[in-house]
């Protein structure tokens, strides 16, 4: 059987995931976007996990078959995703981690595996992905499938009627612009990159409810990718900056070391900026048009890694496979 054209709007991780998983399953697919790869995503840290994001009926799944994929990714080492153990402690009295069922090993940390000051955490394993690699490894499984990149400015999602039959909307923060969604608004988020000093376990603090959505909030994690650490963060509604902040990135490396001494030490690579398209919901839904059928896969939020594979495995069933 034949399948429909498909043109991708956007490059980043849930672009290039649902381009990937869409020429797998047989169809032409052409990738247009700004960047290649997309800016926010070569930016993130990234690790695996459930982010309180909506819908919850839908999340859960999206989240338990993106573990698979990355879990599976994980055994080839081109890939750039790998299985750490790790912890995610908190100041507060602690609780099971967000999405407990998709943590079945995990299990709470004795005292003696909490840093200073922390009361409680669970200890686990989660895919952790060194984005560019990773990105660098989706683009190649694309062009082996059949699938085309093309830089190219979209100005509005109506000038690709016409183009293919099938048209799937994957701008993140750039549907703001092209879907008319005021509801997607960019969340600042800033990592420093530095060489690992000798790190093999991922860090992740639960910043608890904060003071509001409004509010901003800085987090602290750190990932390690063999020879570099990423460490984080913060949280800034409505900042649309890409440039770093240098107080930011010093604050950033005084909370890691703090955990972890050996990264207060460690020499600087990189620092990265990007844009979360934050929502209320992740939008995924189909509208059909004499024109042709449009699908809207974006505002993932800071979770655009976590549910990839899930939202583009929907989009493959909606469109059919090969």
């Not at 009926?57 to 078959?65: F, I, L, N, R, S």
């Not at 099971?96 to 909490?114: H, W």
């Not at 750190?222 to 570099?228: E, G, K, S, V």
């Amino acid at each position: 059987m034949s399948r429909s054209a498909v043109v991708v709007v956007g490059a980043g991780v849930v672009g290039l995931t649902t381009a990937v998983a869409l020429a797998e399953g047989g169809h032409p697919v052409t990738v247009l976007a700004d960047e290649i790869p997309g800016h926010t995503s070569l930016a993130a840290g990234a690790v695996w996990g459930p982010y309180l994001v909506g819908p919850r009926d839908k999340v859960d799944g999206w989240g338990a078959t993106t573990r698979a994929a990355l879990t599976a990714l994980a055994q080839r080492p081109d890939t750039g995703v790998r299985l750490v153990d790790g912890v995610e402690a908190t100041r507060a009295a602690p609780a099971a981690p967000g999405g407990a069922s998709l943590f079945p090993a995990a299990r709470p940390c004795r005292t003696d595996e909490l840093p200073p000051g922390f009361r409680g955490g669970w200890c686990h394993t989660a895919p952790v992905v060194d984005m560019p690699r990773y990105l660098d490894h989706l683009r190649r499984r694309l062009h082996a499938a059949g699938g085309r990149l093309v830089r190219r400015h979209v100005t509005d999602l109506a000038e690709l009627a016409g183009t293919a039959p099938v048209v799937v909307n994957c701008a993140g923060i750039g549907a703001h612009r092209l879907a008319g969604d005021a509801s997607v608004r960019p969340v600042r988020g800033q990592l420093v990159v530095v060489e690992n000093p000798g790190v093999d376990r991922f860090f992740v603090e639960d910043p608890g409810p904060g003071d509001g959505p409004g509010a901003a909030v800085e987090l602290t994690y750190y990932l390690p990718h063999r020879d570099t650490v990423v460490l984080g963060g913060v949280a800034v509604p409505d900042d649309w900056s890409g440039e770093p902040d240098p107080a930011v990135a010093a604050g950033i490396i005084e909370r890691c070391a703090a955990v972890e001494p050996l990264l207060g030490r460690a020499r600087i690579l990189a620092h990265r900026v990007g844009l979360r398209p934050a929502r209320p919901q992740v939008r995924l839904e189909a509208e059909r048009s004499a024109r042709g059928l449009l699908v809207h896969n974006y505002g993932h939020g800071g979770a655009g890694v976590s549910l990839s594979w899930g939202c583009a495995a929907d989009i493959r069933a909606l469109l059919g496979t090969a």
